[in-house]
C-alpha cells in the first residue's frame, strides 16, 4: 500500500494571505488527523476527520479549518496567515483493527510564512 | 485540559545501555498512551503504545509501562543502538483527542 502523502511539500506565504494542504490517507484508512510541529511548541494537534465528520479539534483559533472528502482526502486550510504559523504540518491517517489504532504520519508540509 | 510532561529533554547514553523517558498526565480519564520516534528530517513513527487497562507492554527491545495511579508512564529502550539516535514523543489521549509531550532528543554515544 502506498503510504500517507501530502502536498505541497513546502510552501512560502506571507501574511494575511490563506493556504491550503492537502492529505491522502493510506487506502482504507476513514481517520485522518492534523498537527502543527514548530520548535517551540513541538507536536499539535488541530483537529480529527472521520468518515467526513470533524470528530475533534484542539485549541487552535478559527482560522484554522479542516475537511474531509468522501474518498478520506482531506484538506486542511489557514486563513489571514500570521507569522507564527510557520510550522511543519503533519497528517496522520489510522485504521483500527480489533480494537488496536495504528497511525502512520504523512512526510508532512513545511510553511513558511513571511 | 490535558497535560503532558516529558522528561528528560535531551538524553545521552552508551551503545548498549539502557535508555529511560518520563512522561507525566493530568487527566485521569485519558486512556491512550502511544510514543513516537522521530529521526532528524523524517516524519514521526509509532513505535509502541499502551491502553490504560494494561499496565506494561513489550516489542523486542522497547517496552512501555503505565502507571495510572501516578499518572505517569515510561518508554524503556535496552541494549541501545546508533539508530536509536532520534527524538521520542510521548502523548496521552481521550476520546481520540492527543496531546504530546515536548520531545527527548536521545542520542546514542559510541
Known amino acids: 500500500k502506498a503510504g500517507v502523502t501530502q502536498t505541497p511539500r513546502y510552501l512560502i506565504k506571507t501574511r494575511g494571505q490563506q493556504v491550503t494542504l492537502s492529505c491522502s490517507p493510506i487506502?482504507?484508512?476513514?481517520?485522518v488527523s492534523w498537527y502543527q510541529q514548530t520548535p517551540g511548541q513541538g507536536l499539535q494537534f488541530l483537529f480529527e476527520?472521520?468518515?467526513?465528520?470533524?470528530?475533534n479539534k484542539g485549541n487552535f483559533p478559527g482560522r484554522f479549518s479542516g475537511r474531509q472528502f468522501s474518498n478520506s482526502r482531506s484538506e486542511m486550510n489557514v486563513s489571514t496567515l500570521e507569522l507564527g504559523d510557520s510550522a511543519l504540518y503533519l497528517c496522520?491517517?489510522?485504521?483500527?483493527?480489533?480494537?488496536?489504532?495504528?497511525?502512520?504520519f504523512g512526510p508532512g508540509t513545511r510553511l513558511l510564512v513571511l | 485540559g490535558e497535560n503532558v510532561e516529558q522528561h528528560p529533554s535531551t538524553l545521552s547514553v552508551q551503545e548498549g545501555d539502557s535508555a529511560v523517558i518520563k512522561c507525566t498526565y493530568s487527566?485521569?480519564?485519558?486512556?491512550?498512551f502511544p510514543w513516537y520516534k522521530q529521526e532528524l528530517g523524517k516524519r514521526p513513527q509509532l513505535i509502541i503504545d499502551?491502553?490504560?487497562?494494561?499496565g506494561e507492554k513489550k516489542d523486542q527491545r522497547i517496552a512501555v509501562t503505565l502507571n495510572k495511579t501516578a499518572k505517569h508512564f515510561s518508554l524503556h529502550i535496552t541494549e541501545t543502538q546508533p539508530e536509536d539516535s532520534a527524538v521520542y514523543f510521548c502523548?496521552?489521549?481521550?476520546?481520540?483527542?492527543?496531546?504530546f509531550g515536548k520531545g527527548t532528543r536521545l542520542h546514542i554515544l559510541p
Open positions: 496522520a491517517s489510522s485504521d483500527r483493527v480489533g480494537g488496536q489504532e495504528t497511525q502512520y
Open positions: 487506502s482504507g484508512h476513514r481517520s
Open positions: 476527520y472521520f468518515s467526513e465528520t470533524q470528530r
Open positions: 487527566d485521569s480519564a485519558s486512556n491512550y
Open positions: 499502551i491502553r490504560s487497562n494494561v
Open positions: 502523548a496521552a489521549s481521550k476520546d481520540d483527542k492527543i496531546i
